[in-house]
């Protein structure tokens, strides 16, 4: 009776430890889930300002192709939305 009792909490404490260990797991993949994307959207500001200034006529046929969907148009959308920021945070600055 009393060796049912202790396996039974030494079952409940290794799971436990089984689910910390999974928890710290998670947190630690959330973390370098928001690194990869920072480093994406890193990759895609220099890819698309490399391929502006050598490549100008993809954007062209891109956005030919694609119409309101291409890559070109999320990227001026998101730079404009960048710069839009970073304007209302300086704005708020000076103000304050």
Request: proline share 0%.
């Amino acid at each position: 009776m009393i060796e049912q009792i202790i396996q039974s909490l030494f079952i409940i404490a290794a799971t436990g430890l089984i689910l910390l260990v999974l928890y710290q797991i998670a947190k630690m993949l959330g973390s370098l889930f928001v690194i990869g994307l920072i480093g994406f959207l890193a990759f895609t500001e220099v890819y698309g300002i490399y391929l502006f200034f050598t490549e100008r006529y993809l954007y062209v046929e891109d956005l030919a192709t694609n119409g309101i969907w291409s890559f070109t148009v999320f990227y001026i959308a998101f730079n404009l939305l960048i710069v839009a920021g970073l304007v209302i945070k300086v704005v708020r600055n000076r103000i304050v």
